[in-house]
């Protein structure tokens, strides 16, 4: 019963507490000072309102001229009216309700304890705005124009709500936090965020595109400061204390960068770290032992143009290079991961005591729009594939790069500048992107396989001191351009295709490891170059056509000038001499399918000639022991005692002239080959359509006889027509150039037409 009775006088007292607080309310009544007691109607608040009801009606104006605070459990602090503050006052809520719909616009606002409740839906304008430890949901209009302090509790901006920071504002938070559940955080202008205490993650106060300069000051540099979406700073970052953990984000900034020892970023695989500045930066990066970034991207156009990193880091995804220097400082390291790409536009990358990394395969490519030095991005063993795609100048290697994948050569020029190219995948070249040689300079073309690919060099720049063509997966090199050798072409695998300029092989330069599979090809109007000294041992000059090789010696006699010496071959012996100029007396003379070019330089000629053809080029029953090499002369094609030919180097057989005193054309005949042809006897013929397909027509003037006969260009028959037909089928023929043979059968005067099937 005592007990009863004693719980029930309990809760009597409380009620009564309750009662009285509730009784005593102060309801402005005109407008006025806070302390005046006009402005209640008698009796003025305190500067401490404790469980007091505080009412300021719609209509009033109330101005603060004093701190106040309020504390109430039960009790409300109601702004209907207007608030204001006419010197540095501040309200403090401690306990109760803080509501209304009217303006308020005072220094500083302070709300403290889990119990305030705030339902203030008006215009709420102040100078600072603390929570220190309550529950806020805000569904007002809130404007700061100095301070938000977070420092404990929670800020959460309900639907309705808008929070306005005003330019050069500053969110500090410390264990607080703010939030959004349908309110907009919409700073007004750039303002900053300050991060102090112990660890914690990022909310919305880092989301506004408004936000200007990150201080992150915390307990020590153990506090880890965890980004919870991405953040663009586009001021200063300042990392006093305390670790920045990027995580799966992006982190740009924009400004300055000031981190102080002992202070650092960490990153991981899914990180993208941006510095997109033009200022100058007072500190290097900083990163934990272990940390990586997908993407890492250096735009920098300040006046020192230097990013520094002062600690080591992996590169999963890109390293992007735009503008300015990244330069890996002593004791750091820089690592490429595999698959990784460095992305180099107007930017670089150097080491100053640095180490960098690239033994795992990741690839280059140049993609800015001016000249480019390389720096050590090219020097790790793992270098797959470059691309060089610049809109204007030129990338010029700043020291020797093996390039282990392809080399794509898509627009600009690669110098380069007295250092070795080593190629061990594949070239892709275009035309407009020519490589800038230099005669201290080894290109090594270690090329698993080639299809149409050219190699182009830069017309004024067009030297290399060695060329090693190794073609392993098959296939030919095509030089584009010309192209001279101060040293030594070397030819391991694969032949080199000439278009219409020459390859110049300079004196004491040399050709080493040619054979019969691997020759100077020539069939367009390029020349293979030497340079032949009087009385030296015969020069080889290994060229071929696209069929097969025949080379040429020469030597020139004691006596003669000495020059330079160029050559090329084709296939057919012409009565012009040149190619295609006339009939092709190989369409039936017993020759060696081939034509000889030789022109020279030297003041003097008194040269000895040696001939080499491999047997395939043998044609019409040529007997190669009654042979003689004839020279094209006063606009005919010459004999000589016929010799027998010997066998030669890499499966050829040659025969020899000398004392040559005049250049011009050169051929190899039987002493039974019939050189000189009557045109004027030949028969007319036309062939269409031409390339042909399926079939083949055929019309000429004249009404004899004729019998028709195929062959390929070595000789080969392959189908016999009969008299007459003037329709043939080569639908069976396989695709190629072939010889049409015509042949009178009344005079056995012979007539020959080229055609080519599809």
Same mark, same amino acid.
């Given at each position: 019963m005592r007990t009863t009775l004693l719980r029930s006088g309990f809760l009597l007292l409380i009620l009564t507490a309750i009662s009285s607080g509730r009784l005593l309310a102060f309801t402005a009544v005109a407008d006025g000072n806070w302390t005046d007691p006009a402005t209640w109607g008698g009796t003025a608040p305190s500067a401490s309102v404790s469980n007091q009801d505080i009412i300021i009606p719609s209509g009033i104006e109330v101005n603060m001229d004093t701190d106040v605070s309020f504390s109430g459990l039960l009790n409300s602090f109601t702004v209907d009216g207007t608030l204001t503050s006419s010197t540095n006052s501040e309200l403090s809520i401690d306990l109760g309700t803080f509501n209304g719909n009217g303006d308020i616009d005072i220094q500083r606002i302070e709300f403290a304890g889990i119990l305030v409740s705030f339902s203030f839906s008006g215009n709420l304008t102040v100078n600072t705005f603390a929570n220190m430890g309550s529950i806020l949901a805000i569904t007002s209009q809130v404007t700061v124009s100095d301070s938000l302090y977070l420092d404990d509790g929670s800020f959460t901006l309900n639907t309705g709500s808008n929070l306005m920071l005003d330019a050069d504002a500053k969110v500090v938070r410390n264990d607080g936090s703010l939030a959004t559940s349908g309110g907009v955080f919409n700073s007004g202008g750039a303002y900053h965020v300050h991060y102090i205490g112990g660890s914690k993650t990022t909310g919305i106060e880092i989301n506004s595109v408004n936000m200007e300069n990150a201080d992150i000051t915390l307990d020590d540099n153990t506090a880890v400061l965890t980004l919870g979406s991405d953040l663009i700073i586009h001021g200063d970052l300042k990392l006093n204390t305390g670790i920045l953990n990027v995580g799966a984000n992006d982190l740009e900034i924009q400004?300055?960068?000031?981190?102080?020892?002992?202070?650092?970023?960490?990153?991981?695989?899914?990180?993208?770290?941006?510095?997109?500045?033009?200022?100058?930066?007072?500190?290097?990066?900083?990163?934990?032992?272990?940390?990586?970034?997908?993407?890492?991207?250096?735009?920098?156009?300040?006046?020192? /143009?230097? *990013? =520094? &990193?002062?600690?080591?880091?992996?590169?999963? +995804? %890109? $390293?992007? !290079?735009? @503008? #300015?220097?990244?330069?890996?400082?002593?004791?750091?390291?820089?690592?490429?991961?595999?698959?990784?790409?460095?992305?180099?536009?107007?930017?670089?990358?150097?080491?100053?005591?640095?180490?960098?990394?690239?033994?795992?395969?990741?690839?280059?490519?140049?993609?800015?729009?001016?000249?480019?030095?390389?720096?050590?991005?090219?020097?790790?063993?793992?270098?797959?594939?470059?691309?060089?795609?610049?809109?204007? /100048?030129? *990338? =010029? &290697?700043?020291?020797?790069?093996?390039?282990? +994948? %392809? $080399?794509? !050569?898509? @627009? #600009?020029?690669?110098?380069?500048?007295?250092?070795?190219?080593?190629?061990?995948?594949?070239?892709?070249?275009?035309?407009?992107?020519?490589?800038?040689g230099n005669s201290n300079s080894d290109l090594h073309l270690n090329i698993t396989s080639v299809a149409d690919d050219t190699l182009y060099f830069d017309g004024s720049e067009n030297d290399l001191e060695q060329l090693i063509v190794n073609i392993t997966g098959g296939g030919d090199l095509v030089l584009g351009t010309e192209l001279h050798i101060h040293d030594e072409l070397t030819m391991t695998s694969g032949s080199i295709m000439l278009m219409n300029e020459d390859l110049i092989i300079e004196e004491n330069a040399d050709i080493t490891g040619y054979s019969d599979t691997r020759y100077i090809m020539t069939p367009y109007m390029g020349m293979l170059q030497m340079h032949i000294a009087a009385s030296d041992p015969y020069k080889v000059f290994p060229v071929g056509t696209t069929s097969n090789y025949s080379p040429a010696s020469i030597q020139q006699a004691s006596g003669s000038a000495s020059g330079n010496f160029m050559v090329k071959t084709f296939s057919g012996v012409f009565t012009g001499g040149t190619e295609n100029s006339g009939f092709n007396s190989a369409g039936s003379g017993s020759v060696v399918n081939r034509t000889w070019l030789v022109e020279s330089d030297a003041s003097s000629i008194d040269m000895n000639l040696k001939l080499g053809w491999m047997a395939a080029s043998e044609v019409n029953g040529f007997d190669r022991n009654n042979a003689y090499i004839t020279h094209y002369t006063s606009g005919a094609w010459d004999s000589q005692t016929a010799a027998s030919a010997v066998s030669g180097a890499n499966g050829t057989y040659e025969i020899t002239r000398t004392g040559l005193t005049s250049l011009s054309p050169f051929a190899v005949a039987d002493e039974d080959a019939e050189l000189v042809v009557d045109e004027n006897e030949l028969l007319t013929i036309n062939l269409y359509p031409n390339p042909c397909t399926d079939v083949m027509n055929i019309s000429y003037e004249g009404a004899d006889q004729y019998s028709y006969q195929i062959t390929d260009v070595a000789g080969r028959i392959y189908d016999i027509a009969d008299n007459g037909t003037n329709q043939m089928d080569v639908s069976g023929l396989s695709k190629g150039t072939y010889i049409l043979k015509i042949t009178n059968t009344q005079t056995n005067k012979l007539s020959v037409k080229q055609f080519i099937k599809k």
């Open positions: 400004g300055n960068l000031d981190i102080q020892s002992g202070a650092m970023f960490t990153t991981t695989s899914s990180s993208n770290l941006r510095i997109e500045t033009s200022s100058s930066l007072n500190s290097g990066l900083m990163f934990t032992s272990g940390s990586s970034v997908d993407q890492f991207s250096v735009d920098y156009t300040g006046s020192s /143009g230097n *990013v =520094m &990193l002062e600690s080591s880091l992996d590169i999963a +995804g %890109e $390293l992007q !290079l735009h @503008n #300015g220097t990244v330069s890996i400082e002593s004791g750091s390291v820089l690592t490429m991961n595999a698959g990784s790409l460095v992305q180099v536009m107007n930017g670089s990358l150097e080491s100053n005591g640095g180490t960098f990394t690239g033994t795992a395969s990741y690839d280059v490519e140049y993609m800015g729009d001016s000249t480019v030095t390389t720096g050590v991005e090219i020097t790790g063993s793992g270098l797959n594939d470059v691309e060089v795609n610049i809109g204007q /100048g030129e *990338v =010029m &290697l700043d020291n020797d790069a093996t390039v282990g +994948g %392809e $080399l794509e !050569l898509v @627009n #600009g020029r690669l110098n380069l500048n007295g250092n070795n190219l080593v190629v061990n995948g594949s070239l892709t070249q275009d035309i407009l992107t020519p490589i800038m």
